[in-house]
């Protein structure tokens, strides 16, 4: 079983609509939680991260965590062409020496 | 306001060949991380490292694959002896105190094994 799962998609969406990406996990002793925005071809950019559970909101983004559902969200409000990128959940916990990634979801936003 | 550097962009080995990465991290950042990224596929760890340390190298090859952080200048992972599978996407990402929550990654080196 792999530490951490993401669903690939291709996820496809009108322009405006409210995206939701998520990701499980197995690992308990995960702590931190991160959301990157990788564009074909270019390295991840960090867009958020939260610590145990709860939600945070950014903008447009935002993440919550579910430690007890071991269960993960991103949602992108008003979503815009320019957030067509893969997404990728990652998480740490045991220390801050291995990091986790899911395999990212690939998010295309239709004008 | 220079982010983390890496290069080559692009990497084109025969098999048998040794590949150099080299990450430059950004400015005031001490600690540095490496990972591999195969079509289609995550991230994985290889190896943290700071200055002069190798901290955790649980997710690097045992054989063939080394990485080096000096007093001065970048980061340098080392393949030896490239083989097909070791075609991928190679990126870095640096962090000023090592925390997870704070790290900025590099454009990446994209190695090829012909």
């Known amino acids: 079983q792999k530490e951490v799962e993401q669903d690939p998609g291709p996820l496809s969406v009108p322009e405006g609509a409210i995206v939701s990406l998520n990701c499980t996990y197995s690992n308990s002793a995960f702590q931190y939680f991160m959301w990157y925005r990788q564009y074909s071809r270019k390295g991840p950019e960090l867009l958020m991260y939260?610590?145990?559970?709860g939600n945070k909101e950014d903008g447009r983004f935002t993440a919550q965590v579910d430690k007890s559902s071991k269960y993960i969200s991103l949602f992108i409000r008003d979503s815009q062409p320019s957030d067509s990128a893969t997404y990728l959940c990652a998480m740490e916990g045991d220390n801050f020496n291995k990091f986790y990634f899911g395999s990212g979801t690939k998010l295309n936003v239709k004008p | 306001n220079a982010g983390v550097m890496q290069n080559p962009r692009h990497l084109v080995r025969r098999r048998g060949q040794e590949a150099r990465l080299r990450c430059s991290p950004m400015?005031?950042?001490?600690?540095v991380y490496w990972y591999r990224q195969l079509p289609e596929e995550g991230l994985k760890f290889m190896v943290y490292?700071?200055?002069?340390?190798?901290?955790?190298e649980s997710g690097m090859p045992k054989e063939r694959f080394s990485a080096e952080f000096p007093k001065e200048g970048p980061s340098i992972l080392r393949i030896q002896q490239v083989v097909r599978g070791d075609s991928a996407a190679y990126f870095c990402a640096s962090s000023p105190l090592g925390g997870p929550y704070e790290q900025y990654f590099g454009p990446g080196t994209r190695l090829t094994v012909t």
């Open positions: 490292l700071q200055k002069e340390n190798i901290i955790d």
């Open positions: 400015k005031g950042h001490s600690h």
């Open positions: 939260t610590y145990s559970s």
